[in-house]
């Protein structure tokens, strides 16, 4: 017997020197690809270069402690590969773990494109608190089978079902508006324009997404759950900021407090979570879809269609897999296009003659549909180029999604020099790219016209189109895209034909605050009544397909 335990325990023991030695060989081996790749010098081995972000970010308040990160990263870029010479900066968090920031838009591209490099990074399972294991953090053999279920129901020809709730939730908006315009006291001016705007696309989102009212405009708050789930990720964001110092040079007490507040979120996010699946429980069992116009269901409701009219609903997503996915829309595309709008709100604020030409476009547009009797559609409103130039350029300056990240699986082979290893996380830089001047010329400054000027891929002197990625791109690129781009096209064409606004801050006081993906501007706006003379009369949009329609 002792014989057995003794052999048995041999074995163990070779097997995992045998382990040891493969990985210590690995790691030699991953440590000489990576030499090569330059980056800030590490003086303490088993810190690696983590030193450089608890300094900076130690004194930071939660919320700009992210805009510290975005700086520093800035920094280090500009101060280790100047001018985008390689277009790759490696870090080390610790002595194993490396870290290759991308600023390079061709290997970027490489990257986004490449098979083996579709699972997002190993820090987005701080996601999957709020959203669980959906197709923004599946990973890819689980992520190909959600993508191909759900992108049929958000590509551009599903989405003109969504235009009669837009529209209603846009009508709500303009009251509020014209409240505080009306409002003697206020004279038009918002103080923060970010929770109207925050609540609108909630309202939108709720309905559009699974036929749920929040009535966030009317009550005026969003509910807890939205900001329990930001309150989550700037907290999950702290340990990853400050791995060592916040649990060592903080007291017990900030770390118990900090503990108890991510546990009332969290319960906040599970009645969330747990209210989704009632609804689509309800919706499954009344099916009531089935009485319902096609054009008028909700994402919710066509899922659940698809599943229910599938000859084999095993392929198809579970009714727990649709609750997945409800979440992960939620948490997806709400802040990112609250995000979008307050942003080019912000913009055409602050530039009148940006502002004018985009009224202009809106007006002569909206004026040759009365004159053609028609109403404004998905496609037609794709004829406002410059409204699309203004989308585009004010994303390009505020990216809702700074960076993003992925895990590669294998070594992936650059060019003859250069070999990315495998098994490491990639941080692809958007925002550093965007503030590149070699992919687009005077880069600080809001210019939709460039997007007027290089509309094809071949012309780059404005726009680099491959270091353009506010919607990421390759195979993971967002799913909401064209949701986004609608919900923005339509926002702006209905404020722009009623109003004029006037940032009233100092042109860039208002700062983004970064939680990962999220950032949105908080800031005073005037909004004024344009001259009812010079306002067409306005078609409304067209709700129901009808002969005008392309789609
Ligand atoms: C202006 C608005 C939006 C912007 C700028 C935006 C941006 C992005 C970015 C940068 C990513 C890539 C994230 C990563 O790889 O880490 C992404 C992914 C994603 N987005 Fe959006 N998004 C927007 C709106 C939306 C909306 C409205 C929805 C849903 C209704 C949505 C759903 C998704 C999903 C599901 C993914 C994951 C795709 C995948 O991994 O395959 N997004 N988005």
Known sequence: MILIVIFFLLVFIIHSFIQIIQWLINQHRLYLIIKTIPGPKINFPLWGNINLLTGILRNQPIGLQSKAFINLMNDICEQYDPNNRIGLIRLWFGPFVPIIIITNANIAQKILNSKDHLDKATFYSLFRYAIKDGVFTSKTEKWLHQKREIQNHLKFKALQRYIANTERHLATLNERIDAVIDDMNKNGQIDDIKPILSTFVLDVLGENLFSTKFHSQSTGVEPKFVRSVNRMLELSYIPFLQPWSYYFNKSILVYLCNLAIFLKTMNYVNNFQYSVRKIILDRFKMKKFEQKSRKQLSLLDSMIESRISSMNPDRILKLNQIETQINTFVVAGHDTTTSALSWALYLLGHHPEQQQRLIKEIDDFLADLNLNGESITLLSMRQLKYLESVILESLRLYPSGPFIARRSRSEFKLNEQTTLPGNINYIIFIQHMHMNPE?????????????????????????????????????????????????????????????????????????????????SAHFPIRFERRQPQSTPATPSFMTTVSRHSFL
């Open 439 to 519: 992919y687009f010329r005077e880069p600080k400054k809001f210019y939709p016209e460039r997007f007027l000027r290089c509309r094809k891929e071949t012309e780059f002197e404005w726009v680099n189109h491959q270091a353009y990625l506010p919607f990421s791109g390759g195979h993971r690129m967002c799913l909401g895209r064209e949701y986004g781009l609608m919900q923005q096209r339509m926002f702006l064409i209905n404020i722009f034909r009623r109003y004029r606004v006037k940032s009233l801050d100092r042109f860039g006081d208002c700062q983004p605050r970064f939680n990962f993906l999220l950032s």
